[in-house]
């Protein structure tokens, strides 16, 4: 069994294109030809472990992904999140490879999950990307959208306002146009293309600001306390996507908007089975929300090629 450092695998993946192998991956699930237990997770005061695994049935692997988020860390000095994917023979039990991303994988693998819900969802012409929050996340989100729309225009909004300048100073760098905010309002107005990306226990962005032809991609709450939208946004939404119904019992805004009782299983569908349909966004004057608590399936996806990338 190999052992893979983070250095190997960033070596490898510029020579694959995630987006069609996580669509797959979404549909297989959609389609019930996915084994995925529900998440194992350790909440703790500083942080928070996550444990995701299983497989495609009758595939080659299974995976079990570890990963974490210490969200204080940044403070001194070190990398608010970590982890490791561990890819077994799925004939034999035999571990094949660890891949010890450092949760650079878990990184990856959400924000392609965001640029294909965007992919379906989004308007066809976006004014402005919103980005809420200003960590890994709002970063690797706004990169991966490349694929999925040409626009430059950005408008941020963080907590803390230095931190919201220094990415407005960094994805400059990287040809971007960003504007930052302190009024979540502003941004909502500004923007019909918004990824929520903060680990907030908090509703940030009420139903008064979001307007008519809005895509909201939804990404920061995967734990039973994080909350990002008011529930009355996904009331109100013309279309509401989920990765998974049946992990949006226990997390995610879709969780908060079900024990509000203002939606029921009818008023979602899954990511997967949009794809397979080939739809989404009917027309740009709908609003649309994708509530992303991530899947196994992503991670064996990406896990799976990684390890063939290796060969």
């Known amino acids: 069994m190999k052992v893979v450092s983070l250095t190997e695998i960033e070596k490898v993946l510029p020579n694959i294109d995630p987006m069609p192998l996580i669509e797959d991956g979404f549909v297989d699930y959609s389609a019930g030809k996915c084994t995925i237990p529900p998440v194992g997770e ?3 005061e500083k942080g928070d472990i996550h444990i995701k695994y299983g497989c495609s049935n009758g595939g080659d692997y299974y995976v079990v992904k570890i990963a974490s ?9 070190l990398p608010t999140s970590n982890g490791m994917m561990l ?32 992919k379906y969802l989004a308007p066809k012409n976006v004014k402005a990307i919103g980005i809420v ?21 950005v408008v941020v909004w963080g907590r803390n306002v230095q931190k919201a300048e220094q990415y407005k100073s960094d994805m400059e760098q990287k040809g971007y146009s960003v504007t930052v905010v302190t009024d979540l309002a502003d941004l909502c107005e500004k923007a019909n293309l918004i990824v929520t990306t903060t680990p907030s226990e908090e509703v940030l962005i009420t ?3 979001v307007k008519p032809g809005t895509h909201i991609t939804a990404m920061g709450s995967d734990t039973l306390d994080k909350k990002e939208l008011d529930p009355e946004i996904l009331k109100m939404a013309d279309k509401v996507v989920v990765d998974s119904v049946d992990q949006s ?41 994708a509530d992303l608590t991530g899947v196994a399936v992503q991670d064996l996806k990406i896990a799976e090629a990684v390890f063939k990338g290796l060969s």
Request: with cysteine; aromatic share 6%; hydrophobic share 40%.
């Open 42 to 44: 350790l909440l703790m």
């Open 69 to 77: 988020g210490f969200y204080s860390n940044n403070e001194i000095g």
């Open 87 to 118: 890819l077994f023979d799925q004939n034999t039990g035999m571990p094949a490879v660890i891949l010890h991303d450092e949760c650079y994988l878990t990184d990856v693998r959400t924000a392609v999950a965001g640029a294909i819900s965007a």
């Open 133 to 153: 929050g200003t960590g890994i996340q709002a970063r690797m989100q706004l990169e991966y959208l490349k694929p999925v729309t040409d626009c430059k225009n």
């Open 207 to 209: 139903a008064d600001m």
């Open 249 to 289: 019992e226990t997390r995610g805004e879709i969780m908060w908007a079900r024990k509000a009782g203002m939606i029921t299983n009818d008023d979602i569908v899954e990511l997967g089975t949009v794809i397979a349909n080939g739809g989404g966004r009917d027309n740009d004057d709908q609003i649309t929300i």
